[in-house]
């Protein structure tokens, strides 16, 4: 799907504009009568393309707009992987835009190509969490910014499972317990996704005993060196997710054909399965849909002795080092990462902030993650340490276990990924 939109212009220059476009097209805001000569026109690409978020973007980019009324931003946006691939041709092709969103993967091959303008020097720098500067800072500069913190959770059904005396599980044997509960009544209890609902899973229970002893660097470290291979700290959380499609826990066929926050979504929504694996910023959309069960958004109990939270530092924006126009485009991001922006934005989101002063999404759904985020019970799925596009590999393991290899076989794809990143072979 792709929206193009075009923020609102200053009264003055407005006269003529035309909204064109309906669902599945593109959206556009045309002004077709001259603008002043001294207007500057800088264009954003990103993959938000919901009409609720884009809702959000165009009241930040039409405030930043009432503030520089010398400068105009156009958005144009693009759904799941269609925007990376159309990011990588621009930047290919040296058509890039002005300023646009990028993940861990994409920031590592911009970064190489010296594709990416360093953003240090922006105000808003210094208001970000020590673990968000961790992850943007490296000894060549700043090139990202976040605007929001992403969780992964597991969406719990409370009406379907009081109806089957079952209650929400805090740790792995009290979820595999319910779970089997359900299957023996003929019932998948596990809604998952072609994408981050298993990664997400192996990520977070691989990582997590070195993120709880401060060891990550180190290990990330001899990953990124070729020293260790992704395969030892992965394998664990992929046998669980393997487990689980074994046991009936997850129906493999089905969940290869369900994108993520979006068909997974439509799915629970039918209040038929007890649990979903799948982004937390999606709660405010489930809550839209109304349905006809009360449900909350929990924590992976994939510990003995508790829970565990997957974060990303998201919707990362980025200038484009050959941009025309540098100076607005920076202008523009220090002002979309203003603390009340940024606020607006996790909120809509249903996400945490990055800032030091920020708050979580006061989103109700999502309030039984913020204990595990604030005790530390924390793995950030794609860390900024490691120098390998993990958030790809780990999706094409979860289409190959889904598709019915075995653990060990997609293990042995992931560790030559890593060979051959590292020029090992």
Known sequence: MKRRMQARFPAAALAGV?????????NMLTNYEDLPENMTSITFFGNKYEPENVTVIEEIISGFMDENPDIRVSYESLKGSEYFEALKKRMDAGKGDDVFMVNHDAVLELKKEGKLADLSALDAVSGYTDIMRSQMEDEEGIFWLPTT????????????????????????????QVCDAFVKEGITPVIANNDISLKTLAIGEGFYSAYQDGSQAEVFGELNQGKAMLSEYLSSGFSL????????????????????????LTEFVRGEAPFMLTGAWAATRVKNRKPEFDFEVHSYPVLEDGSLLVINADTRLSVNADSEHMAAALKFVDYFTRPDNIQKFADQQSSFSPLKEGSPSSVQEIQPLISCYQSGRTVLGTDGMLELPIWEWTKEVSVKLLSGETLSETMEWLDEQNREERGLQ
């Open 18 to 26: 035309f909204l064109l476009g309906g669902c599945g097209e593109k």
């Open 149 to 176: 913190v992403s969780a992964f959770g597991l969406y719990c059904n409370l009406t379907l499972l009081k109806d089957h005396e079952q209650e929400v599980p805090e740790n792995l044997e009290e979820w595999e």
């Open 241 to 264: 997710a393997e487990t689980f499609l074994k046991k009936g826990y997850i129906d493999g066929a089905s969940a290869l054909e369900t994108n993520k926050t979006s068909d997974d």
